[in-house]
């Protein structure tokens, strides 16, 4: 059984985009080009499947996640969140993306 990578993000930490990007980029390890915008944030989620574990993402506090940003930009994280993760629920194994990954995102 392939083991399971276990990220957590502090809602409180992330009330606007910028805490937020901080709080992923630690969360997932993402490279230090890291480009700190939405297009760069789904590349680099994209970017970890394939890998010989699985990730749970924990974002606790959610009732604070991005409260402070508009709709808009709060919708586009979550659906970039929820893209990414029904994206490698998609894959199909062969011998190149062997280990199938998953991302499970999970809110408290």
């Not at 890291?34 to 590349?43: E, H, M, P």
């Amino acid at each position: 059984m392939k083991a399971t990578y276990n990220a957590t993000i502090e809602g409180k930490n992330c009330i606007e985009i910028e805490g937020f990007y901080d709080e992923i980029s630690r969360a997932f390890r993402f490279p230090d080009y890291f480009g700190r915008n939405l297009d760069a944030l789904y590349d680099c989620l994209s970017g970890l499947h394939g890998v010989e574990e699985n990730y749970l993402l924990t974002i606790t506090d959610f009732e604070y996640f991005l409260a402070e940003e508009n709709e808009e930009t709060r919708n586009k994280v979550i659906d970039i969140l929820q893209d990414v993760s029904r994206e490698w629920e998609d894959v199909p194994v062969t011998e190149i993306t062997r280990p199938k990954s998953t991302l499970t995102i999970i809110v408290q």
